[in-house]
């Protein structure tokens, strides 16, 4: 099914406008990345603006989409490939725009959530 932009499909805001354009840039993400880190990137970032919601995504198993714990409560991550170590981390928000509850159950985030805040591209384990 084709969904128009806008419409039933995840609004992603970004934590910083240089976030947004290492999200959007190829060139600068490749500079800042590498290019195999800048290629999965993109091409999530593109999933992601093109998903109805984080259910499209967390199906997705390349993607192991999951909440993080301790001090990123809140926070989940997506993988930009396993062997590469590199993740994205995002920030669900509900329809008024806030976090959701850390008491949420995870299914209905997943199934609830049509924006997200994207709060940075890291190394996993550095």
Known sequence: MHYIKGWNIINI????????????DYCLAKKDFGVEVADK???LINFLDN????????????YHLHP??????????LDLGRRLGWRLIVIPLDHEG??????????IIYKSTTAIL?????????
């Open 68 to 77: 993080l714990e301790r001090d990123r409560k809140g926070q989940f991550a």
């Open 98 to 107: 806030n976090r959701w509850s850390t008491t949420v159950d995870v299914n």
């Open 118 to 126: 994207v709060w940075e591209v890291t190394k996993h384990y550095e």
């Open 41 to 43: 990137l993109l091409s």
């Open 51 to 62: 998903a109805k919601n984080l259910m499209d995504i967390s199906v997705m198993r390349i």
């Open 13 to 24: 805001e970004y934590r910083s406008g240089k976030l947004q354009k290492q999200c959007s």
